[in-house]
């Protein structure tokens, strides 16, 4: 998301800021252009964040008292962050 933030600066800065002309390069376009790619940028970044939770139970052999419960459970709960 960085990144994107960084684009958005950088074309605000072009598009509002700079007032030189130049008779190749436009800088309200290239502004506007470093924008949308900004925001462009930002949108695939929180579309492609997903969070993937796993969780493990393992029964261990059972106790010998008949009255306790039927056997040791150990849960593994492990919540993965994955950013494309």
Do not use: Q
Not at 33 to 49: D, E, N, P, Y
């Amino acid at each position: 998301m960085a990144p994107g933030i960084v684009l958005l600066v950088i074309g605000g800065i072009f598009a509002f800021a700079i007032t030189a002309e130049s008779s190749w390069l436009d800088t309200d376009m290239l502004g506007l252009v470093l924008m949308l790619g900004g925001v462009g940028f930002i949108v695939r970044s929180r579309m492609a964040r997903k969070e993937v939770t796993t969780r493990d139970v393992v029964r261990g052999p059972g106790p010998v008292d008949a009255s306790a419960p039927e056997g040791d459970v150990v849960e593994h709960t492990e919540l993965v962050r994955r950013l494309d």
